[in-house]
């Protein structure tokens, strides 16, 4: 009874769908979180009679024939790269990302991440970290005795020294794309890092052409639709219990079979 297995492939493929849509919901207030979606595909197919196979000694074509589909399995958990909201924090180390690009964070062990999340500090030093205390690349420090400091669309970090007039530049930010932003792997903590699938990283100035501008004071929020997400939890469910009555239903006319005299 084939429909056992192949119910059962459907009911862990529906399995994982909900395990993605939790995630999705879990980080709906995650800042710069980009949410997950999951792809199947067919299995295998088994051929009792093969499609453009003769049937005759005439040789006709049998136009169809019989295929019979062995269930369903997770082919992909796709992350979709489309701009969340911006919304005002009103801190000066908050950056948001308008378009395309990453900031590159230097780890502890010497690699380089990369991240959506512009939620940056000063750490004892004065240099702009992560909330993690990781370095953001290149490294900026900003003088102790600055008493404004203005990030522009292009990353520049202009600070306003006690007893001058003008603006000094202490540094420029940077910005990496890739090929294929969806090819990253993601390490947790906001945190991507590249991978063959990626390609290499490309980095450029912001506002440039390919890449976003930087918007100080703001943060990008979440890409995650709640009434989508919820939809589509609702006709995973309604599938996972479609699939498992199937194997109630095979399950019976097994036992059927079983009884006959």
């Known amino acids: 009874m084939r429909a056992l297995s192949i119910a059962a492939t459907g009911m862990l493929a529906q399995q994982r769908n909900v395990e993605v849509v939790s995630n999705n919901l879990a980080n709906m207030n995650t800042t710069s979180y980009m949410r997950r979606r999951t792809e199947f595909h067919d299995l295998l197919y088994q051929n009792l009679r093969r499609v453009g196979s003769t049937s005759s000694d005439a040789g006709t074509i049998v136009p169809s024939g019989v295929q019979l589909g062995l269930g369903v399995k997770l082919a992909a958990v796709y992350r979709i790269h489309e701009q969340g909201n911006l919304t005002a924090t009103d801190n000066t180390f908050d950056l948001a990302i308008q378009g395309k690009g990453f900031f590159q964070i230097e780890l502890p062990s010497g690699d380089t991440a990369y991240a959506r999340d512009g939620t940056f500090q000063l750490n004892a030093s004065g240099e702009i970290v992560t909330h993690d205390g ?128």
């Open 134 to 261: 990781y370095s953001v690349e290149p490294g900026i420090t900003i003088p102790t005795n600055a008493i404004d400091v203005t990030i522009n669309s292009s990353g520049q970090v202009l600070v306003k020294l006690q007893g001058q007039v003008a603006l000094s530049n202490v540094g420029q930010l940077q910005l990496a794309t890739f090929a294929n932003p969806a090819g990253l792997q993601a390490e947790g903590g906001n945190l991507f890092s590249e991978t063959p699938a990626s390609g290499k990283a490309t980095t450029g100035t912001p506002g440039a052409a390919g890449y976003g501008s930087l918007l100080q004071g703001f943060l990008e929020t979440s890409n995650v639709n709640s009434v989508e997400e919820i939809a589509t939890l609702i006709s995973a469910q309604r599938a996972y219990e479609m699939n498992s009555k199937v194997i109630q239903t095979a399950d019976e006319m097994m036992g059927t079979s079983a009884n006959l005299r």
